[in-house]
């Protein structure tokens, strides 16, 4: 027993070697990769109240993805428009922050995509018998970040399905907005990432019901330089290595995010 766990720590370094051979040299010789976050998306990323530690799904997956690399994961906290800028310009190596791949986005990043969501709208608890259905979110304000590819997504679908009577979409300024103006009733419903909405419903039991299915499929990936295509593959290695051995499935269970799985990384699958 004791020398087939010899075997096995042996074989399991090796492994970790051979990634990271693959990696561009000045990473290899530094020996970290430096990650850009905004903890401001639970339970995508976030700093535990408790603690004030990084945390979430995305925190947990750089550190195993950091594990199979063989390099320690360098979190940069920065601001949701310094990504791209932070990428171009090789202040950091790549962007692990719920970062949904959009094909307008190709031309500066590439993207190993990791997980899969959608926009979904939701209501107040104490409003839920108004919206049976999404159909009667037609004519009502809805709200969504309008950094976001969000309202392009809402006016989508409210063109295709409200006719003369169209949603009145409102724009705010991020998702804790969106939430402050249903609570305080300014809006009638919000749009968030489908991967959000357990965590938060959890968090504040009997304030949220969501309306219907997710009205469009996206990617969150892990934003990489476009020229970067080692660093492309050996991420999209490590991540296929993390779904084959149950790490990546544990951590989807962890964060309550099993509807949000995929069964293989792929790169600039967003549209």
């Known amino acids: 027993m004791k020398r087939l766990l010899v075997v096995a720590a042996f074989l399991g370094a090796m492994g970790a070697s051979a990634m990271a051979a693959e990696l561009p040299p000045e990473i290899a ?8 976050i905004v903890p401001n998306y639970p339970p995508m990323e976030f700093r535990d109240p408790a ?10 997956l750089g550190e195993a993805i950091g594990r199979k690399l063989g390099l320690k994961i360098e979190w940069t906290e920065t601001s949701f428009a310094e990504f791209m800028p932070s ?3 090789g202040r950091v190596d790549a962007i692990l922050s719920g970062f949904t791949d959009y094909a307008s986005r190709h031309e500066i990043a590439s993207f190993v995509d990791y997980l899969r969501s959608g926009p979904k709208f939701f209501v107040q608890q104490s409003r839920a018998s108004e919206f049976k259905d999404m159909a009667a979110l037609c004519g009502k304000k809805v709200g969504a970040s309008r950094r976001t590819m969000f309202p392009a997504e809402i006016d989508k679908w409210s063109q295709k399905n409200c006719g003369s009577n169209q949603i009145q979409f409102v724009g705010t300024d991020g998702s804790a907005d969106a939430r402050t103006q249903l609570r305080q009733g300014r809006i009638d419903a919000a749009v968030q990432g489908n991967e959000t ?5 959890d968090l504040e039991p009997g304030t949220y019901a969501p309306v219907g299915d997710p009205f469009a499929t996206q990617f969150t990936g892990i934003a990489l330089p476009v020229k970067e295509k080692a660093l492309q593959q050996a991420m999209l290695e490590a991540v296929d290595a993390l779904i084959a051995d149950g790490t990546y499935k544990t951590l989807l269970a ?3 995010l099993n509807d949000n799985g995929v069964e293989k990384a792929t790169i600039n699958a967003g549209q």
């Open 87 to 89: 990428i171009s310009t």
């Open 29 to 36: 010789k530094r020996g970290s990769l430096k990650v850009a």
């Open 51 to 60: 603690t004030n530690a990084l945390s979430g799904f995305d925190v947990d």
């Open 254 to 256: 962890k964060w309550k």
């Open 197 to 201: 909405l357990p965590y938060l419903m």
